[in-house]
């Protein structure tokens, strides 16, 4: 599964895949340097942070305890 969300400022591209250990990778490419946040949802009501970083990053879900799951990833704004 491939995604691409474009933002008008700073477009970001974002792929999610399972690896061999049945642990989905979420792969940020945005521009290099700005920190995003990968939020986490079961419902699309309640978001739980997941992680920052700098781009490029990478964040492993481990094992789901859920069927579904949604992600977002958001532009953050350094201090």
């Not at 700073?10 to 940020?28: C, E, K, S, W, Y």
Request: charged share 30%; proline share 8%.
């Amino acid at each position: 599964m491939e995604l691409w969300v474009h933002e008008t400022a700073d477009p970001v591209g974002v792929r999610g895949a399972l690896d061999n250990q049945r642990r989905f990778r979420i792969t940020v490419e945005g521009r290099l340097g700005l920190r995003y946040a990968i939020d986490s949802s079961d419902d699309l009501n309640q978001w739980t942070h997941a992680m920052d970083g700098r781009a490029p990053l990478e964040y492993d879900e481990p094992a789901p305890t859920t069927r579904r799951r949604y992600y977002r990833v958001r532009p953050m704004i350094d201090p």
